[in-house]
Structures are given as C-alpha cells and as structure tokens.
C-alpha cells in the first residue's frame, strides 16, 4: 500500500477525492497537523460492507461500542 502525506485544510477540501483514491488505488492518506499524523484515511475492509435490509437507515451511532457493533454483525451477517 502506497502512502501520501496531506495537510488537514487540504483533507477537508478534497474529502471525496482522497476517499476514492484510498478506495480505488488501495492508497494510505495521513493527514497532518503541525507536522505530527493525527488521522489515516486508508480503504475499508470489503467484508464490513453491509448490504442487508436489516441495516437500511440504520444510525450507527446507537451502537454502544464497538464490540456491540461486531457482536450484531457476527449474529446477523455472519461477519467474524
């Protein structure tokens, strides 16, 4: 995985665009502040993707951690 350094006011402006280039290209984006890393945008695991009606509309902040999170996805989805 190839990596490219980017300052945070340049992030925010180019959100979509360093998104799918981290999708597309399989490419790690650190975002920098001062000069210190402070966020990595890197692609997703595809087997994390949910497709299920279940999960429509669903707000992912009700999910009291993450754990509670995985545990759902294990029951429903079969995702380990």
Known sequence: MNTKLITLSDYRKNLSQYTREARKGNLLHIVMIH???????RPARTEIYLESPTYQNEVWDSFDSPESLMKDLIKYHNVA
């Open 35 to 41: 000069g210190k890393s402070v966020l990595e945008v």
